[in-house]
């Protein structure tokens, strides 16, 4: 379902924005609490996973999960072109049923299928274990995913590209991560990358300090990852933010339900949250808001306007199961949307 842009959009180049990362397919199963214990790792993480370990967690479910197309930068993608960007997408389906369903659920939304690569495992595949406080707890089995191999990767795939969206769990393969940065830049794309997860953070510090050297112009972090990003368990999100806008970017720090820090150069703009009464699960939230901050940013919009598009979007997201925001609150969002980046 493709929808009016909030904004009229750049007519030089064919595509606004590609995003790259896994396109999973997301599983999502709410479980109570106690059902963590029988879980490894942290909750609110997320832990790769082999198949066997996937099917074990799955076959201890009351209830088979419902299932939603998945994946960081493919949530933030397929949501960018319901808010009007030309998008396409970066990333190895599997060949399978689930791999033919993500695909046609993307082109359904508006998103460009040419630039999917195709291996010949099953598709990658994300448990989500919601909690009732909203938590997700995510198990991943990157299936044909995590066979995309940096020799694929060449400026060819951005040709044509405004603007390349970049998911952090690439990091976990850092040549793979080089050759996607290092091609989008080649292709003349400006760069933005969600850092994804503390445990990205954590397992690849080293590796996101040198592309700030390299250049990001836009990094998105909620609160863990920004802390862990400089050891900082002291410091306010807004001096974080600050610091990370030193390095280059413009700094985007998620605090939930207290809403945003947005930092470039020395401006520093607090973002209000969008209250949410109801919500349900916050699985896609981030990437829900980093689409519309990206929205607002590369149609010219206003620090403070894209990020308060971003919360708005954001805001709707938690309110469903899954990842992405069903057909009719989005024809209710949509109004809302553009009426936000119409505002002088």
């Not at 201890?60 to 997408?89: E, V």
């Not at 060949?95 to 369903?101: F, N, P, V």
């Not at 699960?281 to 940013?297: H, Q």
């Not at 403070?304 to 598009?309: F, N, Q, V, Y």
């Amino acid at each position: 379902m493709g929808s009016p842009s909030v904004s009229p959009s750049s007519a030089s180049h064919a595509f606004d924005l590609i995003g790259v990362g896994s396109p999973i397919m997301d599983l999502l199963a709410p479980v109570p609490e106690v059902f963590l214990r029988q879980v490894p790792g942290d909750k609110g993480g997320m832990v790769l996973v082999d198949s066997a370990e996937m099917q074990r967690i799955v076959s201890l479910l009351a209830f088979p999960p419902a299932t939603s197309t998945g994946g960081s930068a493919a949530n933030t993608t397929y949501n960018a072109a319901r808010l009007g960007l030309r998008t396409t997408f970066l990333g190895k389906l599997g060949h399978d049923d689930l791999a033919r369903r993500y695909r046609q659920s993307f082109e359904a939304a508006g998103v460009d299928g040419s630039r999917f690569k195709i291996g010949a495992q099953p598709n990658a595949r994300c448990l989500a274990l919601v909690t009732p406080d909203a938590q997700r707890t995510m198990r991943t089995d990157l299936g044909a995913a995590v066979t995309l191999d940096p020799a694929e990767i060449s400026p060819a795939d951005f040709a044509g590209v405004r603007h390349a969206h970049i998911e952090g769990y690439l990091a976990f393969n850092p040549a793979l991560a080089d050759a996607v940065l290092a091609s989008a830049r080649a292709a003349g794309c400006s760069v933005s990358l969600d850092l994804a997860s503390f445990e990205v953070v954590h397992a690849s510090r080293d590796w996101l300090l040198r592309q700030f050297d390299l250049g990001l112009d836009v990094v998105f972090a909620n609160e863990d990852e920004i802390r862990a990003l400089f050891a900082d368990r002291t410091a306010g999100y807004d001096e974080l933010a600050r610091q990370l806008a030193a390095r280059g970017p413009v700094a985007a720090v998620k605090v939930g339900r207290d809403g945003a820090w947005i930092a470039q150069g020395r401006e520093l703009h607090r973002i209000e949250p969008v209250r949410v009464p109801d919500a349900i699960d916050t699985n896609g939230a981030g990437d829900s808001w980093a689409a519309g901050f990206l929205a607002g940013f590369l149609n010219g919009l206003s620090l403070p306007r894209s990020g308060a598009l971003a919360s708005l979007v954001g805001a709707e997201t938690v309110r469903h199961l899954g990842p992405l925001i069903p057909d009719d609150p989005w024809r209710e969002l949509l109004p809302r949307a553009r009426a936000l980046a119409a505002q002088t």
